[in-house]
């Protein structure tokens, strides 16, 4: 890989990365100024270790604001994801006992992963996301109305009228 | 030529009208009529005393014949004006023969064209109408489907009624008509019934906890930056939290771990969230607040009574008294309430005839080629037909506009460069090619060698960013394998069936007379650089054309055939299909076009097939340490030898060999058609990309415009396009990206600039509840027989199309209908539940009065007897 490649790789990432977080936060998880707001520069330092993006260090490990609840978001590495990895991140899942989970992967999910992620489905709630998906946060568009998740109260509300 | 005789036709018009005519205006009775309004337009009268002007057959000049005149009195190739239709002759006067054959062409013309609008035009209402005509206002301000599903929680956002809002914001007006007007609406018993329910105390109490808030995060800004502890900003969220819920008013808390911002739930400052508009006064919509609050400070008229002004302004201008504007809002809040739509509104209807209506008008012109190099969309009917009846995943004419930021505005042209397809054939200056026959490995053979010439190195690199080495790269790697699968191609002879029969005979022969004297140039170099592009561009020219007008004129059962092909079963038999489409003869005939639409199928097909291949032959020979030329000759059948002018790149040298019995192959048509598919760089699926002009003078935003659309390869251009403002045509691209709120935006956006074109305005609230019918079930649904299978009825399904398909679906499923629908009351005879057939009376019958025959005395068992409206009457 050309240094200019690589360049473009960790930018890529970078924007990856912060979309990410952006999203968390606005499904109403805890996060810290630094993290959402985190610089080229200082994603290259903490997360490029040897000038190459490490995306096991990317792991984030939010907390909801009113629930509690706990949320691993976790990138993987191979550009077509097997069964493995996603096993390792059930397992890191079930070690920091969270429930909800979310899984960016490069390009493509295998059956087998696809088939190791249903498993879970009921008792762990695992979301998949595309790194090209990510690249930009579609809730910015012009076009896209602001989105808020629904209280209980609200939706009983609603109900009700 | 047609941009200078117009300039030159409105200047002789603008001359002659109104300043010199014979008679001037008030004299003049034929001015008198149009100037009046009474009948007939400025067109009649300059078609009458100026000139006819250019005459225009499918938006451009008269075509000439076989012959290269436009008529016979006319010289070969005249490029007079006059020969391309030109009229300087005006109806006064008498114009000449040759003037009056063409007016009547293109009066003709114009005439065909109306009578095919209004049959595809109507066919769109009906579809329009179909679908639509169950919805209904409801009670609760909802816009509801006959089976009660929402479709808008507040009809058009507002829950106004289209009609009456029109004066509803002339506030002046209001204000001038003040007594009246609360006589009107204050009257005796009319504001009966009306509470004010606390409204505007609440809207004042969550107003100021919103202020609150903003000052709260403003503090807690503050606090950060000096570092205070986090007990003390956690206190000042919690106290903001506490006063909320003391008022029940729902508090938001966001931000950052570090900086919490505080918030009024969203919904808490929309007055109709909470307060029904037509039960509570002052629930009234945001935007009617805003300018109510700006009329009445503003206060133009003086009328009302503000701290600024006296009642000496007043005075000189109005008799009575000033207005409080306490009250003037009350009036205002009032009239608000009076302009809600009704209960039982058939909106839907409204909604298809507000689009159906305006869509007679538009000609049926998609011709609109506002010059090179810009944009050229679908316009008028088709354009609409795509986005309403077909929701087209594959539109016509797909575009994007990006906008840059404001870093990258002077790189406009670069990057344009950049996200353009470029091919090969776009840098090539020619090919020739030699063939003799050699002695080899003990065989005859024939050998070709291919020359391959290119744009200097500097015009290259300065005008597509191409370097040499990615050249090379791209020929050894995909136009090589791509050459190799042609030739194979053509000598197993596998020419494609139809396009020999339909188009090629004739053609084909033309082009390989062409061809022929290239490859037999042999040794001539020039002769065969010189005549490679000329054949195959005639060839193509005309074999084009009849597809393309046989695609416009059909192009209405293209549509609907190929969502059909989708919706059938694997299974989907010949048989059935026939019987499909004899019933569909009434709305939409011809049957070539679907033959068109599996040709298309069968073609797209092929070419998938090719680019799979093609990607295969790629990998595999890439192992270091051959050179160039060995790993080419290895990965190729007939590739012999390679050379390529690395210095320069300025020719490429190529050498193939055949077996002496060959069959002659057309080698500089193949090499043509493979260089046009040989792609050097390309964002998947834009095929152009070129700035954009602005279109007003003060926007001073720099665009580009794209045509295809991949709204995904744009994001990695985020940092240099504003990849938040990216606008695209492409009503399923934006589903598919941004989402369904997104789609619907764009449903609006893009049907409001149809019509926008032909400068017909029609009211939001139409187009919102069209574009919310279409994405209210989360994707995209179009108004035709795809979208009508999830309507709830069936007999509304049967009325529309294909009835013994909904028929034998709906028994195979065992549906019922619950005669909710319009369609299915009308099948039976009932009264449409619409309007004042939307409710029913309950009445309670007295004892005495109830009639003693038996048989209705078992319906009165109970006291209450259920009597329809009419009945009552």
């Known amino acids: 890989m050309s240094y200019e490649e690589n360049e473009r790789a960790i930018a890529r990432m970078w924007r990856v990365y912060k979309t990410c977080y952006e999203m968390v936060q606005d499904r109403g998880y805890v996060v810290s100024h630094s993290e959402v707001n985190i610089l080229l520069d200082e994603f290259r330092q903490s997360k490029c270790p040897n000038g190459q993006v490490n995306k096991k260090e990317m792991q984030i490990m939010v907390e909801h604001r009113s629930t509690g609840q706990g949320l691993l978001v976790s990138f993987l590495v191979d550009e077509s994801v097997g069964i493995k990895p996603i096993r390792q991140v059930i397992e890191d899942m079930m070690v920091h006992k969270v429930e909800r989970g979310i899984v960016v992967y490069p390009k493509t999910l295998t059956p087998g992963a696809n088939k190791g992620l249903a498993e879970v489905q009921g008792t762990l709630t695992v979301e998949t996301f595309t790194e090209a998906e990510l690249l930009v946060n579609i809730t910015k568009h012009v076009l896209v109305p602001k989105h808020e998740v629904m209280s209980d109260e609200e939706k009983k509300i609603l109900l009700d009228r | ?873």
């Open chain 2, 1 to 873: 030529m047609k941009s200078v005789t117009n300039k030159i036709t409105s200047s002789i018009i603008s001359t002659c009208i109104p300043d010199h005519l014979f008679k001037p205006f008030p004299a003049n009775n034929m001015q008198m009529m149009t100037v009046s309004g009474a009948k007939g337009s400025n067109v009649n009268v300059s078609q009458i005393s100026c000139l006819l002007g250019q005459q225009e057959l499918e938006g451009r000049r008269v075509p000439v014949m076989v012959s290269g005149k436009t008529l016979p009195s006319f010289r070969r190739f005249d490029q007079g004006a006059r020969a391309g239709g030109y009229i300087t002759g005006r109806f006064l006067t008498g114009v000449r023969p040759q003037e009056y054959f063409f007016h009547c062409m293109a009066g003709r013309e114009g005439l065909i064209d109306t009578a095919v609008k209004t049959s595809r035009s109507g066919y769109l209402q009906r579809c329009l109408i179909k679908h639509l005509e169950g919805l209904r206002v409801h009670y609760d301000h909802t816009v509801r489907d006959v089976d009660g599903s929402v479709v808008q929680f507040h009809y058009g956002e507002d829950s106004l009624d289209v009609v009456k809002q029109k004066v509803l914001t002339k506030f002046d007006f209001c204000a001038q008509n003040y007594e009246a007007l609360v006589g009107r609406y204050f009257g005796q018993g009319v504001a009966e019934g009306v509470e004010e329910g606390g409204v505007r105390k609440r809207m004042r109490r969550v107003g100021k906890l919103v202020k609150e808030a903003e000052e709260r995060n403003e503090r807690l800004r503050g606090m950060e930056e000096r570092g205070e502890s986090e007990d003390a900003r956690e206190e000042v969220v919690r106290e903001f939290v506490e006063s909320c819920e003391r008022q029940g008013v729902r508090a938001v808390v966001r931000g950052t771990r570090e900086v919490k911002t505080l918030e009024v739930g969203g919904e808490e400052r929309v007055r109709a969230a909470r307060f029904a508009p037509g039960r509570y006064l002052g629930s009234v919509s945001e935007r009617f607040v805003e300018e109510l609050d700006e009329y009445t400070k503003q206060n133009p008229s003086d009328i009302i009574s503000t701290p600024s002004t006296t009642s000496s302004d007043f005075k000189k201008k109005h008799a009575g008294d000033l207005i409080k504007e306490k009250d003037f809002k009350a009036l205002m809040e009032m009239k608000y309430m009076q302009s809600l739509v009704e209960p039982g509104e058939a909106v839907g209807l409204l909604a298809a005839q507000s689009i159906g209506e305006p869509s007679t008008q538009m000609t049926l012109n998609t011709f609109h080629f506002a010059g090179f190099g810009a944009k050229n969309v679908t316009l008028g009917i088709p354009r609409l037909r795509e986005i309403i009846m077909t929701a087209s995943g594959s539109i016509k004419t797909p575009m994007m506009r990006l906008p840059l930021l404001p870093a990258a505005q002077t790189r406009q042209n670069t990057l344009c460069k950049q996200i353009s397809r470029l091919t090969l054939s776009q840098i090539m200056e020619g090919v020739t090619v030699r063939e003799k026959l050699i002695f080899a490995d003990g065989a005859r053979k024939k050998e070709l060698v291919l020359r391959l010439k290119f744009w200097r190195k500097k015009d290259v690199e300065r005008e597509h960013n191409v370097s040499v080495e990615d050249l090379e790269w791209v020929i050894e790697k995909r136009f090589v394998s791509a050459l190799e699968k042609a030739i194979t191609r053509e000598i197993r002879g596998r020419v494609r069936k139809g396009e020999m029969d339909e188009v090629g005979v004739a053609l084909g022969n033309f082009e390989r007379v062409g061809e022929g004297v290239a490859e037999e140039g042999g040794e001539g170099e020039e002769s065969g650089a010189g005549k490679e592009e000329k054949p195959s561009r005639k060839g193509k020219g005309p074999a084009k054309k009849p597809r393309e007008v046989a695609e416009d004129v059909n192009d209405d059962d293209d549509d609907v055939l190929g969502s059909e092909d989708e919706g059938d079963d694997g299974d989907a038999t010949a048989e059935k299909k026939a019987g499909n489409r004899t019933q569909r003869v009434g709305y939409d005939a011809a049957d070539e076009e679907d033959e068109e639409v599996l040709k298309g199928a069968e073609r797209k097909e092929e070419d998938g097939e090719e680019e799979g291949a093609a990607g295969e032959g790629d990998s595999g020979k890439d192992s270091d340490g051959r050179t160039r030329e060995e790993r080419i000759q290895e990965g190729s059948k007939y590739c012999v030898g390679y050379d390529f002018d690395r210095r320069a790149g300025r020719w490429c040298e190529l050498k193939l060999q055949f077996a002496a019995d060959t069959k002659k192959l057309l080698m500089v048509a193949i090499i043509e058609d493979v260089c046009r598919d040989v792609v050097l760089h390309e964002v998947k699926g834009i095929s152009r990309c070129y700035p954009l002009p602005n279109e007003s003078e003060n926007d001073t935003s720099v665009n580009i415009g794209t045509d295809g659309v991949n709204l995904r390869g744009m994001w990695d251009y985020a940092s240099l396009i504003d990849v938040n403002n990216i606008y695209t045509n492409d009503i399923a691209a934006i589903l598919r990206t941004y989402g369904v709120e997104a789609a619907r935006a764009g449903i609006m956006q893009e049907i409001a600039g149809v019509f926008g074109v032909y400068g017909i305005n029609v009211d939001t609230r139409h187009l919102s509840l069209i574009a919310d019918y279409m994405t209210f079930e989360g994707g995209y649904k179009p108004f035709n027989r795809m979208g009508m299978g999830s309507n709830p009825s069936p007999f509304a399904q049967m009325s529309f199309e294909t009835t013994t398909g909904f028929l034998t679906n709906a028994t195979l499923n065992g549906d019922f209908d619950p005669l909710e629908s319009p369609s299915a009351r009308i099948v039976l005879g009932k009264p449409v539940k619409g309007g004042t057939g939307s409710f029913e009376v309950f009445q309670k019958i007295d004892r005495k009065l109830r009639p003693r025959r038996r048989g209705v005395n078992a319906i009165g068992a109970n006291d209450i007897m259920r009597q329809e409206v009419v009945e009552a009457y």
